[in-house]
């Protein structure tokens, strides 16, 4: 063999011998096991829920040893359901899941508990408590609050006088159930205050809820108030009524207050009010690794809310850079 051929193998050797050094070992590589994490999306067509996953996603950057496989259920719950059997076959340390329907993911929610895999419920419950923790606002709350402020836009505590149409958000939804039940608390006791419709649901769609908007201004002369389960309901009931020439004879009443949408409705003057329900995202991520790091988590996180009415929109807008 040449000289130089000698020479390139000893300095192959040494370059393969430096590498093998700075390779971890097994035991390290072990230590850099990442926790896989899935998360079942109901739909990512709404804003709310597209910023729920933005929040999932920003939390999931802040922690190397996580990887999170996130699906989209296409607001269908066949899809969803499909979406976590994958999720269970793929034998996820954790699952978090927001369901389309409580009663709809609640079999395939049970398969995983079943599995042994850790399960965190997301905004909408399931009709099972077997599940690890819920992380979601109180919906009750919120409707109360949504009440209590039509009470006071109507005209107040015991003279309260108006008519009320209520958009409903997905029927088959606790969610939907309470915003309606806990505004009803307080509005329910003013004899003045008239609702004008039966369980009119627009799926959390703006869409849907200004054509329901667009049937009760042509069936009803007199409309005061409205009240959509969430921001873009009451946001195309507005429009609905500004296509129509009367939105100025009516207060609308949101709830979800993204900066970007409903607070900035409320900045506008289209919206008299919106209530915030943060999304579960972050906190959720960030209890599932708790859990998985073998710390305690409790058995429901219930997120805080507030009131947002012209009086801090325009600040809270400041604050997110709008």
């Known amino acids: 063999m040449k000289r130089r051929d000698i020479m390139r193998l000893a300095v192959l050797a040494a370059a393969l011998a430096a590498t093998t050094a700075l390779l971890p070992s097994r035991d390290a590589l072990a230590q850099d096991k990442k926790w896989r994490i899935g998360f079942s999306q109901a739909t990512t067509i709404e804003p709310w829920r597209a910023q729920f996953n933005k929040d999932i996603v920003a939390e999931a950057a802040k922690h190397p040893e996580v990887e ?9 719950t066949e899809k969803q359901v499909a979406d976590v059997e994958n999720l269970i076959r793929q034998e996820v340390d ?20 079943d599995a042994k895999i850790p399960v965190f419920v997301l905004d909408r419950n399931v009709d099972t408590d077997k599940y690890n923790q819920f992380v979601g606002g109180d919906n009750k709350l919120i409707g109360r609050a949504a009440g209590e402020y039509a009470v006071e836009l109507l005209g107040g505590k015991g003279k309260a006088q108006g008519n009320v149409v209520e958009i409903w958000g997905g029927m088959g939804t606790q969610p939907a159930h309470d915003r309606h039940d806990g505004f009803h608390e307080f509005t329910d006791k003013e004899p003045g205050i008239k609702n004008l419709l039966d369980q ?13 908007m667009a049937t ?26 500004k296509d129509a020439g009367r939105e100025k004879e009516i207060k609308f009443i949101g709830i979800d207050g993204l900066p970007g949408e409903g607070v900035t409705w409320v900045n506008n ?7 915030l329900y943060a999304t579960p995202g972050a906190e959720g991520l960030r209890q599932a690794i708790k859990f998985l790091n073998g710390e305690k988590v409790e058995k429901t996180v219930t997120l805080n809310t507030m009131k947002i009415t012209k009086d801090n929109a325009a600040q809270i807008m400041k604050d997110n850079g709008l």
Do not use: C
């Not at 999170?68 to 269908?76: F, Q, R």
């Not at 627009?202 to 329901?212: F, L, R, T, V």
């Not at 108030?225 to 429009?239: E, I, K, R, S, T």
């Open 68 to 76: 999170l496989i996130i699906t989209d259920g296409g607001d269908k």
């Open 94 to 113: 954790a699952l978090l899941v927001s369901p389309k329907e409580s009663a709809g993911l609640t079999g395939v929610v049970q398969q995983a508990i």
């Open 200 to 212: 009119q649901s627009g799926d959390w769609k703006q869409d849907q809820a200004y054509n329901i």
């Open 216 to 241: 009760a201004l042509r069936n009803n002369e007199k409309i005061d108030l409205v009240y959509g389960h969430n921001d873009p309901m009451a946001y195309g009931a507005y429009l609905a009524a």
């Open 269 to 275: 003057g289209e919206l008299s009010a919106t209530f």
